[in-house]
C-alpha cells in the first residue's frame, strides 16, 4: 500500500513539476508568406508556405541561432509551419530550456539548425514621451520614404479599402488579433477621410505639425 502510495504521489509530483514549467520564448515578430511580404523582403518564388521572420530581437534565442528577417521558418520542432499562429502554438507548446530543431530558407537555399528556448521575457514598462516621439519620428520618415518611391496606395481612399479587404480576409479565417487590429487600422483611415486628408504626403506633414505642437508645449513647461 505504501510503495502503491508512493507511486501516485511521483506521478502527481511530475504532472505538477511540468504544469509549471515556463513557456518557450524565440522571441521574433513574424508575419505569412503572402504577396506583401513576398515584395517587401524578395521571398523567392518557389516558397508558398512558412513563417517570415521579421525581426529577430536582442539576445533573443532566435537571434542568438543567427535567424534574421528575411528568412522563412518551415519546420519547427519537427512539425511543418504555415502560419505564425501554428509557430505560436509549437513554441508556447514547448518549455524554457528545450532544445528544438529548425528549416527555414533563406534565398534559394535551405538551412537546417537547432536553438534553445528561452523563457518569456518581463513585460516592458510603458513607453516614455521620448521613446513614444521617436517611434512617432520613425514613422514619419517611413511614410516619406513610400512616397519618394511611390510604394503603397496613393491616396488614403486606397489604402483604406486595401485594410478593409485584409480585414475581410482576417474574419473569414477566424484571427481574432489580426481582426482587431484591422478594424482600428481601418477606423484611424475613415477618420483620416473625415478629415479630408487625401493622400500619404497630406499625413505626414499633419503628423509632423502634431510633432511640432507637442515639442512646443513640451518647451512651455
Known amino acids: 500500500m505504501a510503495k502503491r502510495m508512493g507511486v501516485l ?7 505538477l ?5 515556463t513557456p518557450g520564448y524565440l522571441g521574433v515578430r513574424i508575419a505569412p508568406v503572402d504577396a506583401e511580404t513576398r515584395a517587401a523582403l524578395a521571398i523567392p518564388e518557389g516558397v508558398e508556405e512558412g513563417v517570415v521572420i521579421l525581426d529577430a530581437m536582442p539576445d533573443a534565442p532566435a537571434a542568438r541561432a543567427g535567424l534574421k528577417r ?9 512539425a511543418p509551419v ?3 499562429e501554428e509557430l505560436v502554438a509549437a513554441v508556447r507548446a514547448r518549455a524554457a530550456g528545450e532544445e528544438v530543431g529548425y ?14 528556448l528561452a523563457g518569456s521575457p518581463p513585460e516592458a514598462p510603458p513607453a516614455s514621451l521620448d521613446e513614444r516621439l521617436d517611434r512617432l ?8 520614404r513610400r512616397r ?22 482576417a474574419r473569414a479565417r477566424g484571427d481574432r488579433d489580426a481582426v482587431r487590429r484591422g478594424e482600428i487600422r481601418v477606423q484611424l483611415l475613415k477618420e483620416m477621410e473625415a478629415e479630408g486628408v487625401r493622400g500619404l504626403g497630406e499625413r505626414v506633414d499633419r503628423i509632423e505639425r502634431k510633432l511640432d505642437r507637442i515639442l512646443e508645449k513640451l518647451g512651455e513647461r
Open 148 to 169: 519618394a518611391g511611390k510604394k503603397g496606395p496613393a491616396t488614403v481612399a486606397d489604402w483604406r479599402k486595401a485594410e478593409e479587404r485584409k480585414l475581410e480576409e
Open 103 to 116: 528549416v527555414l530558407v533563406r534565398g534559394d537555399g535551405r538551412i537546417e539548425g537547432k536553438l534553445t
Open 17 to 21: 513539476a511540468a504544469q509549471e514549467k
Open 9 to 15: 504521489l511521483a506521478a502527481l509530483a511530475a504532472t
Open 137 to 144: 519620428q520613425r514613422n514619419i520618415e517611413e511614410l516619406q
Open 82 to 84: 504555415r502560419t505564425p
Open 70 to 78: 528575411g528568412d522563412v521558418l518551415v519546420r519547427f520542432a519537427g
